[in-house]
Every structure is written in structure tokens, then in C-alpha cells.
């Protein structure tokens, strides 16, 4: 797979300026405090994606990946700068307001799927729905069974997670993620916990929601994974430090 590098210039990496970000990080610092210590994790954080882009973040551990995602999805506060996703100033938001906000907006899927155990695949796919209080039951499950039905899983609805594979459980994980239809898919490690066979089948799902119009923004320790999103961004000792922009976003990597 061919690929370009460059640097990431302020406000203007990889992105047309006839387009507003979904996703805009301006100058962004993270500082952790315990007692008189202070932890930095990202320093002056400047990054754009717009809607539509499927980007992945890569980096060594302890680098500031998460942390970046936590202040993407609302998880987490910046020590300075200004954080808007859709529009929306974050660190200007109360926490009632970013439940909220996070709720309709953004899917979150993690390395270690978070399945309730004592809960059905399709109880999972709807817990969303069911904090948000959208619609009537059985509308709820209706869509949470489309869902279930869109990744794969509509014969496993009434599995608990003890009776379904790795895989199975990270695409009931995806499922719950897309229950309110976000603007914004978010996997942090989403494949970390699975083969290499079943984390491509993942991607395969990642690229197709992408394809149909989501922004889809990962982090992964696996190049051939990060080469498949439109660009990939490396962050290292808190800082954006390259960018490498893939001609053929989703496409596998053979060889």
C-alpha cells in the first residue's frame, strides 16, 4: 500500500478548508496532578479529522493515545485549549451536559468489550438506548436487534457473553456503540484481545460503517491495521509528531 509522509502543520493537516472538522483540538494540554506532582500527557495538541475520515492513532505505550480519546469523547478535560466535536466546545460543557452530549453522539468501543455477563447480547446492544430512554421498549430492541443483525450476530441475540467468542463479544461491543447512531465511532485497542483473523474481520466492519458515512477514529499498536484507515497520526511523549496520509483507506494489507 502506497502512502505519503508529512509532518502535522497546525490547524491545516489533512484537511480541505472548505470543510469544518468534526473533530478540532487547539492547543490542547493534559496535565495529571497527584499531590504536588504533575504529570504531563499531552502538550499543545493541535488536530483536525473531518467528518467522514476513518484515522488511526498510533504510538508507544504511555504516549498520550488515550488520553486523547478521553478529551475527544468527554471522558476527560483538557488542562488548556479548546476541544469541539461537532460543534460542540467540550471543555465548556458541564458533565450533565457531556453524558448527554455523549450519549447521542459518540460510540465508544473498548480493548476488553465491557459486556454486562448476566445480560443477553441483545440487552447489551440496547443498555444505550435504555439510559438515554429513547423511544418505547420494544422500539429499542428493535433497533438494537437491527444492529445485532448488521454485525453479524443476529442468530446469537439471546447469548450471554460467557457463550459467545472473542470476536462475537467485540461485535456485540460495536452493536451497543452504534445503538444511538453516533456521528463518532471511537475504539480504543478495539482488536487488542483478538487474533489477527478476527481484529481484520473487525476492521472489516469499522471500514463498512465508515464507508456508509461514520467517522471512525481508533488507536492500535498494529501497522497493517493502522494502514487502513485515510491517515494515521503518531503521538509520542505527549506530542503529534507525523502523519502518514494511506491511498486506499480500508483496504487490507497483503504481504
Known amino acids: 500500500m502506497s502512502s505519503t509522509t508529512k509532518p502535522i502543520v497546525g490547524s491545516t493537516a489533512g484537511r480541505s478548508d472548505e470543510v469544518a472538522p468534526l473533530i478540532d483540538l487547539d492547543g490542547v494540554t493534559k496535565v495529571y496532578r497527584s499531590g504536588r506532582v504533575e504529570y504531563p500527557a499531552l502538550s499543545s495538541i493541535d488536530l483536525r479529522i473531518d467528518p467522514g475520515e476513518m484515522v488511526a492513532v498510533v504510538g508507544p505505550s504511555g504516549s498520550g493515545k488515550s488520553t486523547a480519546l478521553n478529551l475527544i469523547t468527554g471522558i476527560d478535560r483538557p488542562t488548556s485549549g479548546a476541544v469541539t466535536v461537532d460543534g460542540n466546545r467540550l471543555d465548556e460543557m458541564t458533565e450533565e451536559e457531556l453524558a448527554a452530549w455523549r450519549g447521542r453522539q459518540v460510540g465508544i468501543v473498548f480493548q476488553f468489550f465491557q459486556l454486562l455477563p448476566t445480560l443477553t447480547a441483545?440487552?447489551?446492544?440496547?443498555?444505550?438506548?435504555?439510559?438515554?430512554?429513547?423511544g418505547k421498549t420494544r422500539d429499542r430492541a428493535a433497533q438494537a436487534s437491527h444492529n445485532l443483525e448488521l454485525v453479524g450476530l443476529g442468530d446469537k441475540a439471546h447469548h450471554v457473553p460467557s457463550e459467545l467468542s472473542g470476536g462475537e463479544q467485540q461485535r456485540v461491543a460495536i452493536a451497543r456503540a452504534l445503538a444511538c447512531r453516533p456521528t463518532l465511532l471511537v475504539g480504543d485497542e478495539p482488536t487488542g484481545n483478538l487474533d489477527s483473523e478476527t481484529a481484520l474481520q473487525m476492521f472489516d466492519l469499522l471500514a463498512a460503517l465508515n464507508a456508509d458515512g461514520m467517522t471512525v477514529l481508533y488507536v492500535t499498536h498494529d501497522p497493517e491495521l493502522a494502514a487502513r484507515a485515510h491517515r494515521t497520526v503518531a503521538i509520542r511523549d505527549g506530542r503529534l509528531t507525523s502523519e502518514v496520509r494511506h491511498d486506499r483507506p480500508g483496504a487490507q494489507v497483503v504481504g
Not at 447489551?124 to 429513547?134: I, T, Y
Request: charge should be negative; glycine fraction near 0%; hydrophobic fraction near 60%.
Open 122 to 134: 441483545l440487552e447489551n446492544a440496547m443498555l444505550p438506548l435504555d439510559f438515554a430512554r429513547l
